[in-house]
């Protein structure tokens, strides 16, 4: 199935609950603050942040805490993701959180970038992540 391009609606309405969640953000080690918000396939926005943790390796991307939402409230699929941060350079996902997308989105599911401008980019998740591999490669249960 085709991806719907995103309306300006759904892409401010991603924008300002990716900020909110980013203000949220528990980073006192990195000082970086993220905010995620995700479109599930009901309609429904999700948001995380950052959670870091003093043994670093525990702490959570924000995407990671939007899928977490999502799937909680019983969402299955993402539609979009707006990803926000600021920094030297523009943020785009970790590969780790490429993956965790890849397992409920489709290869043209956009993933939108932001920072304290607004929103900066848009990639596909095939285009951060080609040739994935995910659920299909494990065959029937
Ligand atoms: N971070 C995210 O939340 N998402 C990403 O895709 C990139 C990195 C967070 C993890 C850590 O708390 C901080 O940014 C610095 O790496």
Do not use: W
Request: net charge neutral; aromatic share 4%; charged share 15%.
């Amino acid at each position: 199935m085709t991806q719907m391009p995103l309306g300006e609606d759904a892409q401010q309405a991603l924008l300002q609950a990716a900020r909110a969640a980013r203000r949220n953000a528990y980073a006192p080690y990195s000082h970086f603050a993220v905010g995620a918000a995700l479109l599930d396939e009901q309609g429904r926005v999700h948001a995380g942040c950052n959670v870091e943790n003093a043994a670093y390796p525990q702490g959570l991307c924000a995407e990671a805490g939007a899928l977490s939402a999502m799937v909680a409230a019983g969402g299955r699929r993402v539609a979009a993701l707006l990803l926000v941060g600021e920094g030297p350079s523009l943020l785009t996902p970790c590969g780790g959180c490429r993956q965790k997308l890849r397992e409920f989105a489709a290869p043209d599911t956009p993933v939108l970038v932001a920072d304290a401008q607004g929103i900066r980019q848009g990639f596909t998740l095939a285009q951060l992540l080609p040739h994935a591999f995910g659920p299909e490669h494990l065959g029937p249960a």
